[in-house]
Nanobody
Framework: QVQLVESGGGLVEAGGSLRLSCVAS????????MGWYRQAPGNQRELVAT???????NYADSVKGRFTISRDNAKNAVYLQMNSLKPEDTAVYYC?????????????????WGQGTQVTVSS
């Protein structure tokens, strides 16, 4: 019923920039927080940044000042602008949406995940 589709990953040199996009599709949705997480090989998935429907943001210390999360509530979309990228930012980046309503019907808040997009930063 709910799908998250990410785009914008790729290969970039250290110091470069990338912009990730994620759009949630399905029946009419109400989404609370949206966010980005990442997982590097051999590591657990970790939070990168989150944003509430009201626009409040939260960032991992490792990306503060370099990454900016934003969202378009009308499009059920979330974005991640990544600047000054470092090799340690290399990971698969996953979009997350905490959905509270589908097709106008309230539901228990449920996390949905995208399929992931690879970001590789070369040194």
């Amino acid at each position: 019923q709910v799908q998250l589709v990410e785009s914008g990953g790729g290969l970039v040199e250290a110091g470069g920039s990338l912009r990730l996009s994620c759009v949630a599709s399905g029946s009419i949705l109400s989404i609370n927080a949206m966010g980005w997480y990442r997982q590097a090989p051999g590591n657990q998935r970790e939070l990168v940044a989150t944003i509430t429907s009201g626009g409040s943001t939260n960032y991992a210390d490792s990306v503060k000042g370099r990454f900016t999360i934003s969202r378009d509530n009308a499009k059920n979309a979330v974005y991640l602008q990544m600047n000054s990228l470092k090799p340690e930012d290399t990971a698969v980046y996953y979009c997350n949406a905490a959905v509270s309503q589908i097709a106008g019907i309230p539901i228990r808040i449920t996390d949905y995940w995208g399929q992931g997009t690879q970001v590789t930063v070369s040194s």
